[in-house]
Each structure stands twice: as C-alpha cells, then as structure tokens.
C-alpha cells in the first residue's frame, strides 16, 4: 500500500505528458473535467497541495456534523479525487475534483440546497450554459410583481417534477392564473385523487422567493353605512381566516381599520390615499390565509419547504417538514388597475409580506429529487 507521502508525491508532481501540459508559470496537478472534455489541471508553479490541504474536514450544518470530506488516496475509482462521506445514509461517494464539490455532494445527500445565484440575485427556472443545465440568475429587484412569467414557469417545473415522481398524477396541470392551488402532493397510500372534505392529496403554494412575496391579500372598500373602511362581506365568507388576521392587526397599537377611518378618512376623488404599514408580527396571516385556501404545504424557491395551513402546529399528514415561521407585516396600498380602484378611491388592496431574513432555510426541498421522495417516504409511513 502506499504511504500518503508517495501518494502526495505523486498528485503534485506533474509526470510524463503533463509536464509540458500547461503554459508557462503554470504545472499540471492531475486532469479536471472542463466542458465535457477531461483536461489538465494547471495551477501556478508556486501554490502547491499541502498535507493540511488535503487533511479530512467536517462538513456542518446549523452546527452539527453531517459528513466529511478529504483525499481519496487508495479506494477505486478515487485514487486521488476528492471523496465524500454521508453520516447519515453512511454511504462514500468519490471521484470529486476538489473540496468544494465533495461538500456540496454531502449537503445534497441531506437534502441542504446549495445557494444558487450571488447576493442580490434569484434562481428564476434554469437555463443553457455551455451544454450544461445552470440555474438562470436575475436581479431581484427585476421580477416586479405585475410580471407573472417567472413565477409561472417556476410552477410549471415544480409540478412537471412532482409528476416525475408520482407526487402529482400525471394528468395534472399547474394553476397558473387560474386562481386554483399551485400544486398538490398526493398521499403515497391514495391510488387516486379524492376529492371532498378528507385530505388525500396535499394543496400546495408556491413562491419564486421571500423578497415580495404575498401571502395574503384582501380588497378594502369605502362606505359610511358600513363603518367607513371595512372588508367586504362577501370577501370575509372566501377568506374568513385572512379577513379576521386583518382586522386584529395593528398600527402603533390601534386596529388597522380604526387608524384608516381617522387617518384616510372618507376618500376624495383624485386624492391620493398614501401607504400603511401595520406593526410586525409573526407569520400567522400567512397560515390563516393557506387555511382558507386549504393549503398544507407551502414552497418557497430560496428558502425550502414547509407545513402551513391547519398543518402549522401539527405534522397531521407526517411529512417531516418545518412550520413556517417568521416576520412580516401587512402593507396597505392602492389597488392594481382593474382590481376595484374607481375615480373616487374607494378601492384598496391589503397584502401580508414577510421579511427575508426573518424566514429560516428548510431542511427539505420538494424540487429536488431528495426532498420529495424524502417527504413521500414519511407519508407512506402515516397511519
């Protein structure tokens, strides 16, 4: 057997063909894949592997162990790549070409999504690079909320990959902007969709990300018979839980529909009524509002997935997934065009949004082929 010595001797010197493999200042350390074609590895002469480069190093996550990575120096097919160890499926893969894709292997195996774009940027679908299939990056702030084609797209692939994997029947098709539920999960011991009043399937949302996504939204209306600025009844019996939400929120301690009437008071045509915020809370408008919409599974593209609805304090449907938990607030504005909103601006529109950074990463993610099979696997498990 060699010892680590021989072996390191022989992954940081360049022998034979490698040796003129590289231009000048530069040598080659082993081959990498590149584009699809297998070529030299060609580092700068001065930087070299050193035995704490390649030393075993845990892998963590929210703190705990979760694997380890390090330099395979005697198993086929890795002699010399990179190998990865999952703790908790205790299986070895090998044959990475660095660290980083070693760790990224492990993260997967546990179902952590990997960020996929930079700071300031969003996974909107995937696109073509270079042959490869890459996550298709774009400025956050250039998917405004009007422009319903990534979310769209975004659904339509969760739903094509649901199918794939018997989580939805193949008949099914994404709601789009039909006012229906994004997606549903059908639970593994239903042979077929039931419908009624018994959950066999899961209703499902979904979000292209936290930064502006609603979760919630209610029209207000103007009239002095009704107590000036109120819900209307009609929206109250569709949405009776978000409705309620709405009506025990708060600005600087006073009701929200109280603080409107001394703040807007009656509206006056062509004037403009401006925005209002309530006081933050928690994500309960959110779960009232997947309530009324019987919804029990609630995905977000850069955060993961969760249970939501009547599902928020109770795993009823033994999924393993987290409650969705966080801050927001809810934002008071003038209604879209073609929303209600008329010359005398009698039309308002009230949407809960929740702050980015207040929402914690998902352990599971259902757009990945571990984090649906995994939640799959634990409903089957339900009695």
Not at 212 to 240: C, F, M, Q
Not at 297 to 319: C, F, M, P, Q
Request: proline share 4%; aromatic share 6%; net charge positive.
């Amino acid at each position: 057997m060699k010892t680590f010595k021989q072996f390191f001797k022989e992954i940081t010197e360049p022998t034979g063909k490698l040796k003129d493999a590289c231009w000048k200042g530069y040598t080659a350390v082993g081959t990498k894949k590149k584009n699809g074609r297998t070529v030299p590895n060609c580092v700068p002469e001065e930087v070299e592997l050193s035995e704490e480069d390649t030393k075993v190093k845990h892998v963590h996550h929210n703190g705990e162990k979760i694997g380890e990575t390090g330099v395979d120096s005697e198993a086929s097919p890795g002699n010399g790549k990179w190998f990865a160890k999952h703790y908790k499926s205790k299986m070895d893969s090998v044959g990475f070409d660095s660290r980083k894709e070693a760790e990224a292997e492990v993260r997967a195996a546990h179902g952590i999504k990997e960020q996929a774009c930079w700071s300031g940027y969003t996974a909107v679908g995937t696109k073509k690079k270079n042959g490869r299939t890459v996550p298709n990056c774009v400025p956050e702030e250039f998917i405004p909320e009007s422009d319903t084609s990534h979310a769209t797209k975004a659904e339509s692939d969760l739903v094509e990959h649901l199918k794939k994997h018997g989580a939805m029947h193949k008949d099914s098709q994404a709601a789009g902007n039909t006012g229906g539920n994004d997606f549903h999960i059908v639970h593994p011991k239903s042979k077929k969709p039931v419908e009624g009043t018994e959950v066999k399937k899961l209703e499902g949302e979904t979000k292209i990300n936290t930064k502006g996504a609603k979760l919630g939204s209610v029209a207000l209306r103007y009239h002095k018979d009704k107590g000036g600025w109120h819900i209307p009844d009609e929206t109250k019996k569709k949405k009776p839980h978000f409705a309620k939400a709405v009506e025990n929120s708060t600005v600087n301690g006073k009701k929200l529909m109280d603080h409107l009437n001394h703040h807007w008071g009656a509206p006056q045509e062509g004037k403009h009524l401006p925005g209002v915020t309530t006081d933050e809370t928690d994500a309960h408008p959110a779960h009232a509002y997947m309530r009324d919409k019987n919804v029990h599974v609630l995905h977000i593209g850069d955060k993961g997935t969760y249970r939501a609805g009547d599902s928020e304090r109770k795993d009823v449907h033994n999924t393993s997934l987290p409650s969705f938990q966080g801050k927001g607030k809810l934002h008071v504005s003038t209604e879209r065009k073609g929303g209600g909103q008329n010359k005398n601006g009698t039309g308002m529109q009230i949407n809960f949004r929740v702050k980015p950074n207040s929402v914690e990463r998902s352990h599971t993610d259902i757009s990945t082929d571990h984090g649906i099979k995994k939640v799959l696997s634990s409903m089957a498990k339900s009695k």
